[in-house]
Each structure stands twice: as C-alpha cells, then as structure tokens.
C-alpha cells in the first residue's frame, strides 16, 4: 500500500514537471480550514480583512474594525492575525496595532478575549474572532482586564473613561501610566 502511495505521488511530480510548473506546496490542514473560513466570511460593514503578504500567504492578515457605536465610534483599529498551521486545533495569534486606551488591550496590543485562550474549541472560526473583537468596543469589559487602570476607570466613573478614550483617540494621552508606557 505504501510502495502505492509513493508511484501516485511520483506520477504526480512528473506530470507537474512535465508542464513546467514547479511542483504545486501541498497545503496544511490549517491552511484548508483557514482557506474555508475566509470565503465564508460575513463580516459586518465596520470591518474589513487584507493580506499584506498578498494571497499567497493566508496565514497573515490584518482586519480593521471601526466601531459604528459605543465610547470609540469614529475609531480605526487595526490588529493582526497570524494562524498556526494546526488551526483550528490552536487559537490564532492576535494583537493590536494600534495604540488605544482599553481595559481588554494592553499597550503592547495583547488582546484579553476569552475566545482566543482558555475557551477556544475547534468549532469557533475567524469570523468568531472578529465579532468578538467588534464586541470588545462596542462592550468593553472591565471584569476581565489586561489595561487594569483603564478597567478601574471604566468600572468606577464611565464619563471619565468615555473622556479618557476621546483623548486618547485624538492623540493626547490619558494619566501618568498610560503616557509613561506609551513613550
């Protein structure tokens, strides 16, 4: 059964050779899920996926979300993805590029979301990853920080936080903290 196995693939060569075409790289079963998972994408309007690396590497990507409510409407966030080769067995690698003042996104852009850690199962998909990450602006969650003084605020006086996001939006920058980790 093997010596089978082994003429098949021959063959295969062969015919590829033959064409002149190099020999076609045998995808990973991450990469065939993830392949899925991408053309079956349904997204809501506020986010929006590229491949920096063009196409042919799938495993990278950045998504864009602009939440269209809540303390960081007008925002633009970008975060990039970077899936293992046994996806979906692993959760992907996420983290936020861009600077914000969040109690789930620390300001190295780790990314607290429950979905991407302890409660990963191989049924969830990247579609379920960006939806969680949209809810994480339109509902940031203070009981499950990573930015703890951003959740304190958030928790005990919500204007200052809602006061705290605008500045830190537009530039300026939020407490003694938040401006020592950002220089």
């Known amino acids: 059964m ?4 082994k003429v098949k693939e021959k063959q295969r060569e062969l015919a590829e050779n033959a064409n002149g075409g190099a020999p076609a790289k045998k995808q990973s079963p991450g990469e065939l899920r993830l392949h899925k998972d991408i053309s079956e994408l349904n997204l809501p309007k506020s986010c929006a996926i590229t491949f920096p690396n063009r196409k042919d590497n799938l495993m990278n990507f950045e998504v864009s979300i602009r939440p269209d409510e809540g303390y960081y409407f007008g925002g633009t966030f970008l975060f990039s993805f970077q899936v293992s080769p046994i996806y979906p067995h692993e959760a992907p690698k996420v983290k936020c590029k861009t600077k914000v003042y969040h109690p789930n996104i ?13 409660d990963w199962k191989p049924v969830l998909n990247i579609n379920t ?30 204007k200052m936080f809602e006061s705290n996001v605008r500045r830190a939006m537009s530039g300026g920058y939020v407490g003694q903290n938040f401006f020592a980790r950002c220089i």
Request: proline share 6%.
């Open 106 to 118: 620390d300001l190295e852009g780790n990314v607290c979301l429950n979905i991407l850690r302890e």
């Open 129 to 158: 990853v960006i939806y969680g990450l949209y809810h994480l602006f339109t509902e940031p969650n203070y009981e499950d920080p990573l930015y703890h003084e951003a959740a304190a605020v958030l928790r005990d006086n919500p």
């Open 2 to 5: 093997i010596r089978l196995f």
